[in-house]
């Protein structure tokens, strides 16, 4: 860079920017287990030097609420060794009433066509647990309780 150019950006230090934001930060809402949703989508993303998989539900309780999606952060297993208490291997499970047929794959298939009550909570604390201001606040899906429409079905 020639000191012409580096000298320029040395004097436009007070102008603004715009980032690009791209990310879906959910609202933060009421904590419960009476919020009923149904599975969205799925996301794989390595973030904070950890894999983890993204289960996205909207709910459809009547509501405020209603239509908002929320997700359920589960790390992911390494070397795809899951185990009994990973939590993306538990909400397999339950969704599926069963454990895998396979040991080499969970499709997140066994989420579709099905209502589950869920608890939704809010996070209140950053990963180095200082206090959220309450507009940093959002709520994700902390675990699936019930399924109230759809069956345990068999998948591969």
């Avoid at 004097?11 to 009421?30: G, Q, V």
């Avoid at 969205?40 to 239509?67: C, N």
């Avoid at 997140?108 to 206090?131: D, E, G, L, Y």
Wanted: hydrophobic fraction near 40%; charge should be positive.
């Amino acid at each position: 860079m020639s000191k012409q150019n580096s000298n320029h950006r040395a004097e436009n230090t007070t102008d603004d920017i715009e980032l690009p934001c791209n990310a879906t930060i959910p609202a933060a809402i009421p904590d419960g287990e009476h919020y009923e949703v149904t599975f969205v989508r799925a996301e794989r993303a390595y973030i904070f030097k950890s894999d983890k998989v993204y289960l996205w539900f909207e709910i459809i309780t009547p509501g405020d609420w209603i239509g908002q999606k929320f997700y359920m952060a589960c790390p992911v297993a390494q070397q795809g060794k899951w185990g009994p208490s990973h939590k993306f291997w538990i909400a397999w499970v339950f969704a599926a009433g069963r454990r895998p047929n396979r040991v080499d794959r969970m499709s997140t298939k066994v989420f579709r066509n099905k209502v589950f009550r869920a608890r939704i909570r809010t996070v209140i604390k950053t990963a180095k647990q200082t206090i959220r201001t309450a507009s940093q606040r959002y709520s994700v899906i902390d675990e699936l309780l019930e399924i109230t429409v759809g069956s345990k079905e068999e998948f591969t």
